[in-house]
T-cell receptor, first 115, second 115 residues
């Protein structure tokens, strides 16, 4: 069975400081991994995805994540937080060996950014 | 470019009533998914369609829930005899089944409140 664990339910940073949102995954197969962001009253938006190409994945708005198979981790980082980054972030896994299967979401990490 | 749309955006109903939600996917997408998101949790998979065929249902989808995608385009999700525990955000997503790309595009959701 596949699962994801987001290690922090809430992360608070100051504007201009680095962001680190941690995610560990469990998968019996080769996983596809994603980070989605959800702003209040808005739909889920894909930030970035890993599907077996480069292990360091760059996404939108300056975010990136590194796939580390040995650590079963896919942590999300950004060098410098902006106020607009405040939102809910979800780490997501799916089974790459089966086309088009359901996504398995973590419980989410709320990112707060203070000025 | 139109994304995934859902209607209504909000629905308030009394316990025991039936409700129906509609999802219009991105036009060329042949996969359509329904998820449910309760407060403070990540979305959980309910069911998905490939064209008009319903290929998988989660154990979360009790017999009070039914979903259809009659012509392989829009989909409806009906909940009969609603219960207070059905209060949640119902999310629809669509994807195009090509290669190993698993990105799903999400609609804004329908927020259901059962009184």
């Amino acid at each position: 069975a596949q699962s994801v664990t987001q290690l922090d339910s809430h992360v608070s940073v100051s504007e201009g400081t680095p962001v680190l949102l941690r995610c560990n995954y469990s998968s019996s197969y080769s996983p596809s991994l994603f980070w989605y962001v959800q702003h209040p009253n808005k739909g889920l938006q894909l930030l970035l995805k890993y599907t077996s190409a480069a292990t360091l994945v760059k996404g939108i708005n300056g975010f990136e994540a590194e796939f580390k198979k040995s650590e079963t981790s896919f942590h999300l980082t950004k060098p410098s937080a902006h106020m607009s980054d405040a939102a809910e972030y979800f780490c997501v896994v799916s089974d790459r060996s089966q086309a088009g299967t359901a996504l398995i979401f973590g419980k989410g990490t709320t990112l707060s950014v203070s000025s | 470019d139109t994304g995934v749309s859902q209607d209504p955006r909000h629905k308030i109903t009394k316990r025991g009533q039936n409700v129906t939600f509609r999802c219009d996917p991105i036009s060329e997408h042949n996969r359509l998914y329904w998820y449910r998101q309760t407060l403070g949790q990540g979305p959980e998979f309910l069911t998905y369609f490939q064209n008009e065929a319903q290929l998988e249902k989660s154990r979360l989808l009790s017999d009070r829930f039914s979903a259809e995608r009659p012509k392989g385009s829009f989909s409806t999700l009906e909940i009969q005899r609603t219960e207070q525990g059905d209060s949640a955000m119902y999310l629809c997503a669509s994807s195009f089944l090509v290669g190993s790309d698993r990105e799903q595009f999400f609609g804004p959701g329908t927020r259901l409140t059962v009184l």
